[in-house]
Nanobody, 123 residues
Framework: QVQLVESGGGLVQAGGSLRLSCAAS????????MAWFRQAPGKEREFVAA????????YYADSVKGRFTISRNNAVNTVYLQMNSLKPEDTAVYYC????????????????WGQGTQVTVSS
């Protein structure tokens, strides 16, 4: 089993930046594709970004492309989400997820999840 712990969320003004971190423990981190999802109140959980095992391939939702960057450091078992030019519509709980899959936007194909971290963007 893999445990994931997110951090870095908070309150930021529109146009600002935040960097989320997700620390993994329990098994070999580099075996897993990692992703970020988010869920706003009253909405379904949606895909944000994913990164392959080596960090060489990434994929983004259209809504965040050009503003967010996913990266990972396998030496410290951590995946990051750099969020720039934040908008009020980015407000959500952000979840880190991982799995033994190819990169996918499907929430159901990831095997383990963190507890989430709140991101609030004020206008």
């Amino acid at each position: 089993q893999v445990q994931l712990v997110e951090s870095g969320g908070g309150l930021v003004q529109a146009g600002g930046s935040l960097r989320l971190s997700c620390a993994a423990s329990g098994r070999t981190f580099s075996n897993y594709v990692m992703a970020w999802f988010r869920q706003a109140p009253g909405k379904e959980r949606e895909f944000v970004a994913a990164i392959d095992r080596s960090g060489s391939a990434t994929y983004y939702a259209d809504s965040v492309k050009g503003r967010f960057t996913i990266s990972r450091n396998n030496a410290v078992n951590t995946v990051y989400l750099q969020m720039n030019s934040l908008k009020p519509e980015d407000t959500a709980v952000y979840y880190c997820a991982g799995g033994e899959v190819f990169i996918t936007t499907n929430v159901g194909t990831y095997d383990f999840w963190g507890q989430g971290t709140q991101v609030t963007v004020s206008s």
